[in-house]
């Protein structure tokens, strides 16, 4: 029986960091993972460069049932503090669209420099070890027996992440874990992942794989300025992964292709002016041809502006500015970046991530009901929460 102060399941973002506090606390740490590697969605992350914090952080960027749960986490351990920490060990970073960072180089530059904080605070990683059974003694001590041998500890944390990308090693485990102790999961879903297509709509626009176009897309509940990009399966891009943490089955989306201008009035204008250019070719100047010709008839597109009424050319104009389209659904956790949904918060101490209920059970990171826009967001929350939780275990 291996004996430890404080047992981490999950040796990812979160796990790591509340390791390293922990550890910095004098306490003996022992991160338990079922993986072969530590930080394998870290690695992954950002196209390899690990997008790891953002400029502008706040609660705003959050989806939880309990929205004001991450105020308290993000206000104690700020994007600020995880740049201090990037900053001791010299990790070139820049900073790209609404606020992103990403390192210059690797990832791994982001993952070494948390084992090397875990191993100067004497914390040990453990790996290839799963969990067979998980049960709190009346000391109200936590025994885990594994494959890997049996262990015991004063404070246990679940940091095991949620359900996306399975090929990466996700599972429930975190889930069952709350369960197990009566904790309340709230239901989860795919989140920052790709839409798919009703059949007609696949069949055509398929065509239109690889063309990205900035636009503003919306729901009842949000808008998104970002680029969305046509794929072979259906809609990919920034702003529909945004979009898609706020989207429910069945649920209509609309879409302004030119969010910049007013296409009713430059029409307007150009026929004023006398020009006699068919509609396909005014539109081709502001959207890719393919694209005007997957939305309009052929018989409108080879009409000329002088030829269209003012009825005409609103209702090209509102097709374009407001393209309402109906997803068939989304591709799911294999691709998603995140799991919307996770332990209630409710149950959960915003001050420590401790289970209310349960002393000595502590959640952290995203297998919370704590969800991340797309953009460092969902990092930074991994950081502030295992910080909070290493405080107090």
Same mark, same amino acid.
């Given at each position: 029986?291996?004996?430890?102060?404080?047992?981490?399941?999950?040796?990812?973002?979160?796990?790591?960091?509340?390791?390293?506090?922990?550890?910095?606390? $004098?306490?003996?740490? @022992?991160?338990?993972?079922? =993986?072969?590697?530590? %930080?394998? !969605? +870290?690695?992954?992350?950002? #196209?390899?460069?690990?997008?790891?914090?953002?400029?502008?952080?706040?609660?705003?960027?959050?989806?939880?049932?309990?929205?004001?749960?991450?105020?308290?986490?993000?206000?104690?351990?700020?994007?600020?503090?995880?740049?201090?920490?990037?900053?001791?060990?010299?990790?070139?970073?820049?900073?790209?669209?609404?606020?992103?960072?990403?390192?210059?180089?690797?990832?791994?530059?982001?993952?070494?420099?948390?084992?090397?904080?875990?191993?100067?605070?004497?914390?040990?990683?453990?790996?290839?070890?799963?969990?067979?059974?998980?049960?709190?003694?009346?000391?109200?001590?936590?025994?885990?027996?594994?494959?890997?041998?049996?262990?015991?500890?004063?404070?246990?944390?679940?940091?095991? $992440?949620?359900?996306? @990308?399975?090929?990466?090693? =996700?599972?429930?485990? %975190?889930? !069952? +874990?709350?369960?197990?102790? #009566?904790?309340?999961?709230?239901?989860?879903?795919?989140?920052?992942?790709?839409?798919?297509?009703?059949?007609?709509?696949?069949?055509?626009?398929?065509?239109?794989?690889?063309?990205?176009?900035?636009?503003?897309?919306?729901?009842?509940?949000?808008?998104?300025?970002?680029?969305?990009?046509?794929?072979?399966?259906?809609?990919?891009?920034?702003?529909?992964?945004?979009?898609?943490?706020?989207?429910?089955?069945?649920?209509?989306?609309?879409?302004?292709?030119?969010?910049?201008?007013?296409?009713?009035?430059?029409?307007?204008?150009?026929?004023?002016?006398?020009?006699?250019?068919?509609?396909?070719?005014?539109?081709?100047?502001?959207?890719?041809?393919?694209?005007?010709?997957?939305?309009?008839?052929?018989? @409108?597109?080879?009409?000329?502006?002088?030829?269209?009424?003012?009825?005409?050319?609103?209702?090209?104009?509102?097709?374009?500015?407001?393209?309402?389209?109906?997803?068939?659904?989304?591709?799911?956790?294999?691709?998603?970046?995140?799991?919307?949904?996770?332990?209630?918060?409710?149950?959960?101490?915003?001050?420590?991530?401790?289970?209310?209920?349960?002393?000595?059970?502590?959640?952290?990171?995203?297998?919370?009901?704590?969800?991340?826009?797309?953009?460092?967001?969902?990092?930074?929350?991994?950081?502030?929460?295992?910080?909070?939780?290493?405080?107090?275990?």
């Amino acid at each position: 029986m291996k004996e430890a102060d404080v047992i981490i399941i999950g040796a990812g973002a979160s796990g790591l960091m509340c390791a390293i506090e922990a550890g910095k606390r $004098g306490r003996k740490v @022992i991160i338990l993972d079922h =993986a072969n590697k530590p %930080g394998k !969605k +870290i690695l992954m992350s950002g #196209g390899g460069r690990c997008n790891f914090t953002n400029y502008e952080v706040g609660p705003d960027n959050y989806i939880s049932h309990n929205p004001h749960f991450c105020k308290s986490a993000l206000s104690r351990y700020t994007q600020w503090d995880f740049l201090a920490l990037i900053g001791r060990y010299h990790i070139p970073f820049h900073e790209r669209e609404h606020g992103q960072l990403f390192c210059n180089e690797s990832a791994r530059d982001i993952l070494n420099m948390l084992l090397a904080e875990c191993d100067d605070a004497g914390a040990t990683v453990q790996l290839s070890t799963h969990i067979d059974t998980l049960e709190q003694a009346a000391d109200k001590r936590f025994y885990l027996t594994t494959d890997n041998g049996n262990y015991i500890c004063q404070s246990l944390v679940v940091a095991t $992440g949620g359900l996306s @990308i399975p090929k990466m090693g =996700a599972t429930p485990l %975190g889930y !069952k +874990i709350a369960r197990q102790f #009566g904790i309340k999961v709230q239901p989860t879903y795919a989140g920052l992942v790709p839409f798919t297509l009703q059949p007609e709509d696949k069949s055509k626009f398929s065509a239109l794989s690889g063309i990205a176009v900035p636009c503003v897309i919306s729901n009842k509940i949000r808008s998104f300025s970002e680029n969305i990009l046509f794929t072979h399966r259906g809609l990919s891009g920034p702003a529909v992964l945004q979009i898609s943490s706020y989207w429910h089955q069945g649920e209509e989306i609309s879409i302004n292709l030119l969010p910049r201008i007013n296409l009713d009035e430059e029409l307007k204008s150009k026929r004023q002016q006398k020009i006699n250019s068919k509609l396909k070719v005014c539109l081709g100047g502001y959207l890719p041809k393919r694209l005007i010709s997957s939305l309009f008839a052929e018989e @409108i597109l080879e009409r000329s502006l002088q030829d269209l009424s003012d009825t005409q050319i609103r209702q090209v104009s509102e097709q374009i500015h407001n393209w309402t389209i109906k997803p068939g659904g989304t591709e799911g956790y294999r691709t998603a970046e995140v799991t919307c949904g996770g332990v209630d918060c409710d149950a959960i101490s915003s001050k420590t991530m401790e289970s209310k209920a349960v002393p000595g059970l502590y959640f952290i990171g995203e297998v919370l009901d704590v969800t991340g826009w797309l953009g460092g967001y969902n990092f930074q929350w991994a950081w502030s929460s295992a910080w909070c939780a290493g405080q107090y275990v």
